[in-house]
């Protein structure tokens, strides 16, 4: 690594999110009785979702749709195209069975939304300027790949077995993708932020940006207790996964720094579309493949997802992304 | 005044097949249920309900005989496989035997 | 060690019938009751609990067989009517007959 | 409507508040799974009522109780006076039961407390004045149409069948229209605020003040899905009573804004006070009317306020009332 | 489909017992539990819950018949002497008789 | 008490967080049933230890801690010291049953986070400087005398009967003393605060800082209802431990603020240590003797630390503490 890129991930390391994160993943191993109520990290589920759908709506009302629809696009299609290449390597190096490789692929195209303010917060950490209408990547990113995913598995199935007795139809599964919990408060809350604008924010600032940080770093500190109870799931998933969780997050992170690039985004946003390709999904697509591919054993794709990329991500994987970036776009901001 | 015999079917299960139990419990003629959020511990390791995705519900149906077999009859051949759950039933005894 | 039976009295009902209920038991001998919040469906709709308006209890009671007789009637006649609930009960062993 | 008040409509439907109740309407619509925890929504009310109580009890103290009582004293009047005339109403036109009646009257002469609240918003954004300890008159309209409905309640069952046999007497409805927790609070905080006075308002601001109209959005959004669930009761209350959830408000509104001009209250001031004659109580009035008139049916009084009045209040109804004031006042705050 | 008759054992206690009891109940051979919060009235009081002191827990058992002995007795003896607790059994019929 | 004293006494009570805390305890007497779900009071609790431990640990990194060790190591000896005098104390005068002297002892030689921090309010209010770092002394106190006095207890009851049948083993109790939620929280985020320092302070402080006051004043609310409805067990404990449980205090604070003048703290330190001595826990201490010790009765402690102790300190043993120092000063912070 180079002096700039240690001190990237020296900088992140040190922020009071990676620091929450890490400390809840020690409640665990030392067996402290610390526990979140589940209506709390619901409750800072939805205020992280609303605040930064509301403030990236405020952000396209404030840079005009125009400029956000190509890399918008973008992030999309690469969402729901990851799946096609994901499964079958889960398959073929895996030997994963075809139910299994659909759904965990899905999750690592779809996205984390909480990997991805993490990386925002490390932006302002350390000074670095990026669109703050990439909110929308986010909101996009979420849906396609989950149904890419349930579409392989489904199609996986009608070969093998009547395994769909007591699968959703197709139709639910879209539902679910599209208004499950998740999407439903991104993309509802981007709409809202757009259509009050700078007054709107002005008015509630005081909530969604004030105590933002702060609260992702609460909200961590549960995370690192979820991580750290699936810590022991890590034997049961094997070798393969622990490295797929690791190495498919980087050349994803590649791949979407290199997009943010090419649809013309700031070294920041570059590095965001970067953070959102890498990360996998532990909110919509558990509950969506849980409904639609009942036959997927959860154990796989809540581990890779939860226990291995999600900290990696918080901890190493966004600074080094940044440091794609950096390198693509010259070492100069 | 009279009571009159019915079944009380009993399933604790993973929240995220709750969708998938209910609809399959008003299929099998339940006239209505009762649920609630629980933590467990059992073969498929602790489910102690920080996150949704390992979180517990239990689920208590109110059924004449003949529809509390029925319900276990499908919980065990196409829900047992897929997800983690038990299932029992038990005798109670209700007041308006036409409400269930 | 002799084991003593007992009934066990079920009432699914309405939050905000909370009150009135436990009166009712209390004044009917209950020893004592136990009580969570529920979700439910049933003939009045679902009660799904997301305020308190529209939120579900479940009470639970150990009593002598007699206890239960009034209990039961009494819900039939003052609170059947009034309040969207279910009851039922079903046979015990308990270890501590002077408790209930 | 003149331009002055179609702005008006148009600037509250894009505040943050209208915007995420309507969100929260919309989920239900597409069947999202979008739910708050319980204790989340409690905890909302409780910071709700908390803030709004101990800003007016500063306010009060800030003015001194020489210039709140006349009008705080109309304002229990009117409130205790609605149930008499809207109780008629809903008997004769309405066809309603007397203990339905009853119920559902003195819903409407209570007050909701978020309706309030979204008011002063409102009029926070068009920058109009208005009497900080405004919650005062909120604090005491909240009990006596409560009691004046219950009362009308059991007269008419002591004129018809022995219905009462599990019904709270009398002395239990008065402890739950004064204790009942809304209604504490209110008054619990409102004189806290008038003892801590300036200095205590300068400890808590950070808390009281600051995030205040984003704690009120994050609610509203779900206010939006509880509403928007009961929308399928509509059907089961007949036409009579949307219609009366919309025109009563009205009505009550003017009378309300008139009360304020007469009392002395600025433009917004009187306009506060119309919003509260308008406004249905969704959480004290309920609650008292389950335990002391159960055989009333709550459909009809849940629906009417939460899923009639109160939609129409936060979206239309605050800039009408203001429109009124507007007439009223000359059209010069 | 066959039936197989085992026990539920249902027990509320103090939610700072819960450590003690689940430790006890693996101990006596039970293949897991379900376990919920609840509130509760008592000879001891009411357990309304507000804060973790005052909460209120209730846990239930399915085991084969000598367990449930065995799990009363020693509730009995250890339990009800140290901690709010009430505890009682009722018969279940369970499908895999393997699982418990 | 001089002027200042009860001017102080005075200022103490018209603070928001002691004003909260009676109008809780209020709706207890008047039978409101305001109640806070369970899930909220856990959440304020976690916020309340998480702001205060990373304050604590952020001042630690700004003072270095060659300034925080021995007042530290004072303070968590003090704490472990004071079971070895409230036992017999409340063996010989009290007679209580050893299993049960050493429980409460225990209690009083641990610590109260909210105290703690209601007093750091009130220093602020009146303008008293205080060290920050003292949160340190708060996180090294709870754990050495829970320990000390199951050891007590333990010892107690291997001479009389077999009654550990169902208790925990020592090693259990001194995970539990140095695991348990509360302890973890205090000390993970001082190492928190420590590592991240003034930029991580700035990241948060719209969260950790800006609504703390407020929050406090929410919490003490629920405490006062909690407190509130243990008042009806004053009868069962009779006479002497209302008596112990306000006296004992006042020996505490003298004895901590002559501790905190000794190892060379400010006025408001020397006040703060004064707190702590005084204090007695409510949260991890319950905890851990229910499970450590189980033959002692609960009544006593709870309601002793909560129902006695807990309010006279937040309403006039603080104020009192400080008038200690101050006298000890020389009425010149
Ligand atoms: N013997 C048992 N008694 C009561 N509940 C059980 C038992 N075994 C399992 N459970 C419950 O059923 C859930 C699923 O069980 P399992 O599939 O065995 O992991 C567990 O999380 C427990 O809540
Ligand atoms: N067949 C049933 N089995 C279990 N619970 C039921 C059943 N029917 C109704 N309930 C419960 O009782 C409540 C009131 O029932 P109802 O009055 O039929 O709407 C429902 O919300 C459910 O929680
Ligand atoms: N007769 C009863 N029926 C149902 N639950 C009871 C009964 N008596 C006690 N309980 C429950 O057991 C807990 C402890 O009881 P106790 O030790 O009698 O205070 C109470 O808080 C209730 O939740
Ligand atoms: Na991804
Ligand atoms: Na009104
Ligand atoms: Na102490």
Redesign the interface.
Known sequence: MTPDLLEAVRANLLTPAALFFLLGVLATVVKSDLRFPEPLYVGLTIYLLCAIGFKGGVAIAEAGLGEVWLPGLAAAVVGGAIPLWTYPVLRGLGRFKPVDAAAIAGHYGSVSAVTFIAATTFLGTIGVFYEGYAAAFLAVMESPAIIVGILLGKAAMDRTDGGAVVADPIGRALREALFGKSVFLLLGTLLVGFLSGTAGMQATAGFFVTPFQGILALFLLELGTVAGRRLGDLRRVGLFLLGFGVVVPLIHGALGVGLGYLTGLSLGGATLMGVLSASASYIAAPAAMRLSLPDANPTYYLTSSLAITFPFNITIGIPLYYGMALALYGGQP | ?T?YP?K?V?I?T?A??R??V?R?LRELGA?????????????RGSR?????????I?IEV?VPPEAAERI??R??????P??AM???????????SD?F
């Open positions: 005044m009571r019915m009380l009993t604790v993973e995220l097949a969708d998938h209910t399959a006239s209505g249920y009762t649920l609630f959020e629980v933590e467990g511990e059992g073969a102690i309900a920080d996150i949704e995705e390992f979180a517990n239990q109110v276990l009859d919980l065990h051949r196409d829900f047992f897929r997800y038990i299932a029992f039933e038990s005798d109670i005894r209700v007041l308006r409400k």
